[in-house]
């Protein structure tokens, strides 16, 4: 009996995904549960096990489609008539390091590899948490719409009509994004099956408000919140060779987050620098405890403790803010996004309940999720509820950063390279590490004076961690 394979569902509000690779062939003889292909959703890059045993009769995908949840993908005569599934499955190529060499693995101050490309997600979501609209091939300079032809406005479509009292079809990241770009999304007309509303749908309903968009190099419009549309490429052929590559789903979203992030929070950046000759110490010497659990003590593991027990004193950093009803969400609950560095883009893992864990426990789980997401093996669900994140470019270099916050977040901490400074201290000069900080935070629930606060407190704890615990440690 032949039956069809169909993509499962993989994660909460994952509606699509790009074939990344195709694990079988035609005739292969497979069992129950072995891996089919592989798919790069705007989560992370997941395989699809199949849901039978048998010989794979037909492929109906090929690399780089975009396919649907709940699509033919593949026919399979089952054992029954195939005459029994031994036969070996689909290899894994998930590959990769091991998790003890993921970016947890770093050594000194600032050393780690958890490093920002920003957020798969998200994009992080970040690193982000939202799904991402399908992905269009980049076109030729010589295709792009003329600017003349933009500025012309599109025709305003009139607001759908929708029985009281029914609610809206939307995906949550759907509504999210037009709650931050002040859109109405019950005046949005939805394109999808049953009239459910995409995020595309939520773009253009949005540039049909600004008459067309904005053009090149104009300002967003503030009625509505509209995003001002890139001016055309120019044709770089006249100057030379040039070719063109895809950008991966992880890089789509990171920057389709990132400018997100950018054009709808105002950010504020705020720097300081804390002296961790003492906490280096304290890694050195208990950094071999840590190694025997199997794990590595690692700068970027310390600060996840440090930063939770930040965001239960200052718990404006521990919150969202809801646009639409002009509320500030608080987070009874502290999870923790680590930015990491893979060879698809920036992806961001997300530590759940930080503050209940020890140290030597962080320093495992990062080790664990940062080297599953290295080597494709981090599950979407991973990567969701983060309520702040730790970006450690110090692996990299550099004396500082200004990275960009992950919404629905509201506040991130950059971490840039660990030097040797002379610091005047007891009547003398003498050498001190010095580990760079950087915090950007939404300035519309957070102000200056509480970001200056809120970093310098991690640095005092760096510096002292008993201040976490003198009268609460609130500066």
């Not at 780089?64 to 499955?89: F, L, R, Y």
């Not at 906490?279 to 405890?289: D, H, I, P």
């Not at 940062?370 to 990299?396: C, H, Q, W, Y």
Request: net charge negative; proline share 8%.
């Amino acid at each position: 009996m032949v039956k069809d394979i169909q993509l499962p569902e993989i994660s909460e509000n994952v509606e699509s995904g790009s074939v990344m690779s195709i694990l079988v062939s035609v005739g292969d003889v497979i069992r129950d549960g072995d891996s089919l292909l592989e798919i790069e959703t705007d989560k992370a890059a997941v395989e699809v096990p199949s849901p039978a045993g048998g010989k794979i009769t037909e492929i109906l995908i090929s690399e780089g489609d975009e396919v649907s949840i709940g699509q033919n993908i593949m026919k399979v005569e089952t054992e029954a008539e195939a005459g029994g599934g031994g036969g070996a499955g689909a290899e894994d190529t998930g590959g990769g390091e091991s998790g003890a060499e993921a970016a947890a693995a770093g050594g000194g101050a600032g050393g780690e590899e958890e490093k920002p490309a920003a957020a798969e997600k998200p994009t992080e979501q970040a690193p982000s948490e939202e799904p991402a609209a399908a992905a269009e091939k980049p076109k030729p300079a010589a295709q792009e719409q003329p600017a003349a032809a933009a500025s012309q406005p599109a025709p305003e479509a009139a607001p759908p009509q929708r029985p009281e009292g029914v609610p809206v079809p939307a995906a949550p990241s759907t509504r999210r994004l037009a709650r931050e770009i002040g859109v109405d999304i019950q005046q949005v007309a939805g394109t999808g099956p049953g009239g459910r509303i995409s995020i595309e749908d939520v773009k253009t309903h949005a540039k049909q408000m600004l008459g067309g968009g904005a053009q090149p190099g104009a300002p967003a419009a503030a009625a509505g919140g509209g995003v001002p549309q890139p001016a055309p490429l120019p044709d770089f052929s006249k100057w030379g060779e040039t070719s063109r590559e895809p950008m991966s789903k992880v890089r789509q979203i990171t920057a389709d987050n990132t400018t997100r992030s950018w054009q709808t929070i105002p950010h504020v950046t705020q720097f300081d620098n804390a002296d961790v000759t003492a906490l280096e110490e304290f890694r050195r010497k208990y950094g071999k405890r840590v190694e025997k659990a199997g794990g590595k003590l690692t700068v970027t593991a310390m600060l996840l403790k440090i930063s939770a027990r930040a965001l239960q004193h200052f718990p404006r950093f521990n919150a969202s803010l809801d646009s639409q009803t002009k509320e500030i969400v608080y987070k009874h609950y502290v999870n923790v996004g680590v930015a990491v560095d893979t060879d698809r883009g920036l992806l961001v893992p997300v530590i759940k309940d930080v503050d209940k864990k020890s140290i030597t426990d962080l320093a495992l789980e990062l080790a664990d999720v940062a080297g599953r997401a290295r080597s494709k093996k981090i599950k979407p669900e991973e990567m969701d509820g983060g309520n702040f994140t730790i970006s450690n470019l110090g692996g990299v270099g550099g004396t500082a950063f200004t990275p960009v916050v992950l919404p629905p977040q509201v506040a991130i901490l950059g971490v840039a390279r660990s030097s040797y400074q002379p610091v005047y201290k007891n009547g003398e000069f003498e050498p001190r590490v010095i580990l760079p900080l950087s915090l950007s935070y939404d300035h519309r629930i957070i102000d200056g004076a509480d970001g200056a606060r809120f970093l310098r407190w991690i640095c005092d704890v760096m510096e002292n961690p008993l201040y976490a615990d003198l009268e609460g440690g609130q500066a």
